[in-house]
């Protein structure tokens, strides 16, 4: 059972942290492949919490090595700032190996994507304003900057040049800013590059010939699958794919060498930024799961949107990842209402349908058909097996796993590492 992806089946936040912490002690290897600072994953371990945007959760096992592979997107200042945080915490942050191929966010992404986010008024995506996008744009524009290009003055300078000849034109002509000097974006890469050196390497070659040898690599993705950006909700999403393909692309490995795909499952449903979201609520409910659920953002501390279970969406996440199992995450959260509402098809101009309408304008107008499934008031959060769970809470559960296409092998009932079920293991 050598590599394992693990990544987000709905719009992100689904406590993906948490569960690749959890499975850290047992693994070799914890890869990022795609995205970049625009992610936030929560780990809490003992009574030390630690909020990771860049970094895989895997760095706060000792045993495991954590990548970034070159699917990533590498804001070259957040990686050192985010690195010196947890080295302040006494975490060894050593092992760490990036991919020379990673693309960088470089200022004028970050100036480029909070600039474009404004123009477009109320049109705007709600990005995280990390620089994502731009980024990205570059690659396939093939006038990005690569992590190896920090080490050759240069060749930097003028991939700088190439990249702002444009940039600088709709800078200063559409947005009416000043232009961006190529020299003083080197100069600040550059002062980044000794830094950096050390942890640079063929992360290709490594996470292959470990899993030749029987290593278990972990593949964590960043945000989720409705916010692919061929699989989601577009052009409400990331610029990446967080879907199981990516992990191959984003860090060089075959789809033949994965053995599993785990879809990380919230107990009901959140979105940050802009965008259709059918099951969301607007009333005490939707106050409450946020309230209850601590539904703030980790990156940008915005408001979370908040809204029931929709199995559409889970049915969906197992299709287009090939879903091997589901970690429901929390559980708890759930607790006190009398009865749940779980979605379980859309209506769209009076038809009913039970698959994610692959029209865009059909996905806005889709209005929930919900099915109501009776609640439990016992408190949860001590649960050590499926058995320990109140007879309610294990058919919501069931009810869950029925719909969403794939069977749930953990559960979530709290923040912390030991507040899981684990049903069926995941090694
Ligand atoms: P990620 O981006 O997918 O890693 O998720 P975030 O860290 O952004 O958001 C998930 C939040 O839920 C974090 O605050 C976690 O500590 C918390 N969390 C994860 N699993 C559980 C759970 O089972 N129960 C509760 N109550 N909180 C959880
Ligand atoms: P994790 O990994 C939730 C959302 C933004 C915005 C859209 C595009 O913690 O689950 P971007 O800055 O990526 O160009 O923004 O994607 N978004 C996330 N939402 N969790 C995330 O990451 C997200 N990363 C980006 O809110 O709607
Ligand atoms: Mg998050």
């Given at each position: 059972?050598?590599?394992?992806?693990?990544?987000?089946?709905?719009?992100g936040?689904?406590?993906?942290?948490?569960?690749?912490?959890?499975?850290g002690?047992?693994?070799?290897y914890?890869?990022r492949?795609q995205?970049?600072?625009?992610?936030?994953?929560?780990?809490?371990?003992g009574d030390?919490?630690?909020?990771l945007?860049?970094?895989?959760?895997?760095?706060?096992?000792?045993?495991?090595?954590?990548?970034?592979?070159?699917?990533?997107?590498?804001d070259?200042?957040?990686?050192?700032?985010?690195?010196?945080?947890?080295?302040?915490?006494?975490?060894d942050?050593?092992?760490?190996?990036?991919?020379?191929n990673?693309?960088?966010?470089?200022p004028?992404?970050?100036t480029?994507?909070k600039?474009?986010?404004?123009?477009l008024?109320?049109?705007?995506?709600?990005?995280?304003g990390?620089g994502?996008g731009?980024?990205?744009?570059?690659?396939?524009n093939?006038?990005g900057?690569?992590?190896?290009?920090?080490?050759?003055?240069?060749?930097?300078l003028?991939?700088?040049e190439?990249?702002?000849?444009?940039?600088?034109?709709?800078?200063a002509?559409?947005?009416n800013?000043?232009?961006?000097?190529p020299?003083?974006?080197a100069?600040?890469l550059?002062?980044?590059a000794e830094q950096?050196?050390?942890y640079?390497a063929?992360?290709?070659?490594?996470?292959?010939d470990?899993?030749?040898?029987?290593?278990?690599?972990?593949?964590e993705?960043?945000q989720?699958t409705?916010?692919?950006?061929d699989?989601g909700?577009?052009?409400?999403?990331t610029?990446?794919n967080?879907t199981?393909g990516g992990?191959?692309?984003g860090?060089?490995?075959?789809?033949?060498?994965?053995?599993?795909?785990?879809?990380?499952?919230k107990a009901?449903?959140?979105?940050?930024?802009?965008?259709?979201?059918?099951?969301?609520?607007f009333?005490?409910d939707?106050?409450?799961?946020?309230?209850?659920?601590?539904?703030?953002?980790v990156t940008?501390?915005r408001?979370?949107r908040c809204g029931?279970?929709?199995?559409?969406?889970?049915?969906y996440?197992?299709?287009v990842?090939g879903?091997?199992?589901?970690f429901?995450?929390k559980l708890d959260?759930l607790?006190?209402?009398e009865?749940?509402p779980?979605?379980v098809?859309?209506?769209?101009?009076?038809?009913?349908?039970t698959?994610?309408?692959y029209?865009q304008?059909?996905?806005?107008h889709?209005?929930?058909?919900?099915?109501?499934?009776?609640g439990?008031s016992?408190?949860i959060?001590?649960?050590?097996?499926f058995?320990?769970?109140?007879?309610?809470?294990?058919?919501?559960?069931?009810?869950?796993?029925e719909?969403s296409?794939?069977?749930i092998?953990?559960?979530g009932v709290?923040?912390?590492?030991?507040e899981?079920i684990?049903i069926?293991?995941f090694?």
């Open positions: 059972m050598p590599a394992l992806v693990l990544l987000g089946a709905q719009w936040d689904e406590g993906k942290g948490k569960a690749t912490d959890l499975l002690g047992s693994v070799d914890v890869v492949y995205g970049g600072n625009n992610a936030g994953h929560t780990v809490v371990v030390q919490k630690y909020a945007h860049l970094l895989p959760s895997g760095i706060l096992s000792p045993g495991c090595t954590p990548v970034i592979g070159n699917g990533v997107v590498v070259p200042s957040v990686l050192l700032s985010e690195l010196s945080g947890l080295q302040e915490r006494g975490v942050t050593s092992k760490l190996l990036v991919s020379g990673a693309h960088l966010i470089t004028y992404h970050a480029l994507d600039t474009t986010e404004r123009f008024g109320k049109r705007r995506i709600g990005t995280t990390r994502i731009p980024s990205y744009a570059d690659k396939i093939r006038v900057i690569r992590v190896q290009d920090l080490f050759d003055e240069s060749i930097l003028q991939k700088i190439a990249a702002l000849d444009f940039k600088n034109q709709v800078l002509k559409l947005y800013r000043r232009a961006i000097s020299q003083q974006v100069e600040e550059l002062g980044y950096i050196r050390g640079v063929d992360t290709t070659l490594i996470l292959n470990a899993i030749d040898e029987g290593k278990v690599v972990l593949f993705g960043g989720g409705l916010l692919d950006v699989h909700t577009y052009p409400f999403v610029s990446s967080p199981a992990a191959c692309t860090a060089g490995v075959g789809p033949t060498k994965i053995s599993r795909v785990i879809g990380i499952l009901y449903t959140t979105r940050v930024g802009a965008g259709p979201f059918p099951t969301e609520l009333d005490d939707g106050e409450a799961l946020r309230r209850i659920g601590g539904e703030f953002g940008t501390g408001n979370r029931w279970f929709d199995a559409v969406i889970a049915r996440a197992t299709r990842n879903l091997t199992d589901f429901l995450t959260v607790t006190g209402w009865q749940i779980v979605c098809a859309y209506e769209i101009e009076g038809e009913r349908t698959e994610l309408p029209n304008s059909d996905f806005h889709a209005k929930p058909v919900y099915e109501y499934l009776p439990w016992e408190d959060t001590k649960a050590k097996t058995g320990d769970l109140p007879r309610n809470a294990q058919a919501y559960v069931k009810a869950l796993e719909m296409g794939a069977p092998s953990a559960i709290g923040p912390g590492r030991d899981t684990e069926n293991s090694l």
